[in-house]
């Protein structure tokens, strides 16, 4: 009986907007990735599916699969009232209360209906008496739940126009049917009521829905795969029109050297014979690390000088903003009390708004500070100073150089002006000689200065200091269109029908935004980074250093390898991008050239090779052309793939 009565009293003790109390000391973007769920389809060895929760961190998926983006809409909708203009808000939100009681009570009913059924079990075993006096007690606590129901039903019928007169009579109609048919435990057919609810919350839903397109309120969700050129848009069903490739499967296991390889092992080949004829290994791969310093540097040149151009045209501006509400003191006394105190608001507005640009152009201040100590430097060695002091700036550190940053500050100051009384703008205008409209002009300025910086710079710079490109902003795929709560929001990221391909280790960014009149309300970004799982197999040209049995040094050769390696398939709600030893060690063989003989032109050798990821290999083997001492071991990496800061020039 205890049970029953703290169910149900539970259920009634909903407060109107209980449910959003709290809402604001959440994180918005948290709540975003809550009502975001991933289901993985493709070629699983237990044939089924996998079930993934958004979130910040990244996710792994197999190259052969296709995506389900799932999306909680009722958790979207809670989010979005919480982020709508007070004009918006009160209705949406009255309206989603109503509905998330609804659902509250509906979780809840099995329960209800537990409860009530071990009643009856224990007025049969304890006497009638008993028996009715217990049902009584429980048709009282049921009746709060009817209460809650009836509710809703009336709200409901009153906002489609039902005449009061009426009401109670049509709400009565909907509710004798509870009371209906066979099964009934006491006075309630528990089915009819659960039918009923679910009708309810539905016409809520429905309701809402139409609240949210009156509001313009929209979803919008883009899906990139980065490829070492930029990157590029994935085809999302019902958000853009992407051209897609024919459905090809990525083989897993190939034997094949394919043509990136081939130039590899060409270069590994080049970069061996010069060790050989200088006997300097050090120096020879230092300037390989050189040339490629070397051709980046012209681009990190232009960003610097784009940093000075961005400074004089909003820092200088920025610094005399931060301070006017002191320059206009001795002005706002001498004016009425009304118009003084509106006029000392807006000059605090905009002195916040002035110290907040001086935080924007930090990042291209410390990046500007590196000019002077870089300027008697060789490439190499700017792009050493460089990449090391801008790896301790943040993550917001590229902002400064986005010219959506400063259109986005336009429209900031432009509101402050419009929220401000006329006699209060003019009155500032009037005492700051002008600042207003040079602030205004300066941050035009700032957007047409960052129109020419490269985007592979960019690009190039948050590899650099992240070692991916989440941050990088994406350019608007073809047809990409904002969707409407009404129009359903799930849809398929396919990998297998992907325009160009893709291959394990590249990165899928899926930005997720909520919009109301075109406008941004939040956005967020997921990270899936393509993995291979189950049995895979592929070559790899890399630098070997070859020891022969029997003598002290080593050679420099070119290899390539040949490994089999097997990664466990992850289960729900497992990242999948495990850093687990065995997931990266591999086995196979290895071939190289090699010079152990005077007088044979061609000489192979054939080794078993242990892998360590797909960078680092050691084994030891036959030379096949050698009659002594034929024994030889190695260990190889791949140079110019190493991750750091000269192997992402790479990438």
């Known amino acids: 009986m205890r049970r029953l009565c703290s169910i149900l009293l539970g ?36 044939g089924g599916t996998r079930t993934i929760a958004a979130g910040p961190a990244t996710i792994g998926i197999d190259v052969n699969s296709s995506i389900d983006i799932l999306v909680d809409e009722d ?86 126009g039902t005449a009061q007169a009426a009401l109670q009579e049509a709400v009565d109609a909907i509710l004798n049917r509870t009371q209906q048919g066979p099964g009934r435990l006491w006075n309630f057919q528990w089915d009819t009521v659960t039918v009923i609810m679910q009708e309810e919350i539905e016409f809520l839903r429905s309701d809402l829905n139409g609240r949210l ?48 390889e081939e130039r590899a092992f060409a270069a590994y080949d080049s970069l061996a014979s010069r060790i050989r004829e200088t006997n300097d290994a050090r120096g020879e791969i230092t300037a390989v690390l050189r040339r490629e310093a070397v051709e980046q540097f012209p681009e990190i040149e232009r960003l610097l000088a784009t940093a000075s151009a961005l400074d004089g045209a909003v820092g200088v501006i920025a610094v005399r903003m931060s301070g006017l509400r002191a320059q206009l003191q001795s002005t706002i006394q001498q004016l009425d009390v009304g118009l003084g105190v509106q006029a000392d608001s807006l000059a605090l507005e905009l002195e916040i708004f002035g110290h907040g640009l001086l935080e924007d152009l930090q990042p291209a201040k410390a990046f500007l500070s590196l000019r002077s100590p870089t300027a008697g430097m060789t490439a190499v060695d700017a792009m050493g100073e460089i990449l090391g002091a801008f790896r301790f700036l943040d993550e917001d550190a590229l902002q400064a150089f986005r010219p959506e940053k400063w259109e986005e500050r336009g429209r ?110 939040l956005e967020w970004t997921d990270d899936l980074l393509i ?5 895979s197999g592929a070559t790899a040209a890399s630098l070997a250093f070859v020891q022969r049995h029997g003598e002290s040094k080593f050679k420099p050769n ?24 065995f997931n990266h060690l591999g086995f196979g063989l290895s071939t190289t050239t090699l010079d152990f003989v005077d007088d044979e ?19 030891g083997g036959v030379n096949l052309q050698a009659s002594d001492d034929r024994t030889f071991w190695f260990f190889s990496f791949r140079l110019l793939e190493i991750p750091g800061v000269f192997g992402a020039l790479r990438q």
């Open 11 to 46: 259920l009634t003790a909903c407060l109107p907007y209980g449910a959003f109390a709290s809402l604001g000391a959440q994180d918005h973007v948290a709540q975003g990735r809550a009502a975001i769920r991933y289901l993985e389809k493709g070629e699983r060895s237990d």
């Open 75 to 160: 958790a979207l909708r809670t989010l979005i009232t919480t982020l709508l203009p007070d004009a918006h808000r009160a209705d949406l939100r009255m309206v989603t209360e109503r509905m998330h009681q609804l659902e509250l009570l509906l979780d809840q009913i099995s329960e209800v209906t537990t409860a009530l059924q071990d009643l009856v079990v224990a007025a049969q075993e304890e006497g009638v008496e008993d028996f009715i006096a217990r049902r009584r007690v429980s048709s009282r606590a049921a009746a709060g739940m009817f209460d809650a129901l009836e509710a809703a039903i009336g709200s409901r019928l009153a906002a489609e």
């Open 213 to 260: 397109n009156a509001s313009n309120v929209t979803v919008r969700i883009q899906a990139n795969l980065l490829r070492p050129d930029g990157p590029d848009p994935i085809f999302l069903p019902g958000y853009n029109k992407v051209e897609t490739g024919p459905v090809v499967r990525y083989p897993k296991v190939a034997f094949a050297i394919s043509e990136e």
């Open 412 to 521: 900031e100051l432009e509101n402050i002006l419009s929220r401000a009384s006329a006699e209060a703008v003019a009155v500032v205008r009037r005492s700051t000689s002008g600042l207003v409209d040079e602030l205004t002009n300066s941050l035009e300025e700032a957007n047409t200065i960052l129109q020419d910086v490269h985007s592979s710079t960019l690009v190039l710079l948050e590899r650099l200091r992240t070692n991916d490109a989440i941050n990088v902003p994406f350019a608007p795929p073809p047809g990409l269109t904002a969707r409407s709560f009404s129009a359903g929001l799930d849809t398929r990221l396919d990998l297998l029908t992907i325009a160009g391909g893709r291959e394990p280790g590249q990165r899928i960014v899926l930005t997720y935004e909520l919009m109301q009149d075109g406008e941004v309300l």
């Open 531 to 535: 993995q291979s799982y189950g049995l």
């Open 558 to 581: 070119p290899i390539i390898t040949w490994t089999l390696r097997y990664r466990g398939w992850p289960g729900d709600n497992e990242r999948g991008v495990g850093t687990s030893f």
């Open 601 to 619: 032109s061609v000489e192979i050798g054939l080794a078993a090779t242990i892998s360590l990821g797909d960078l680092i290999f050691v084994g």
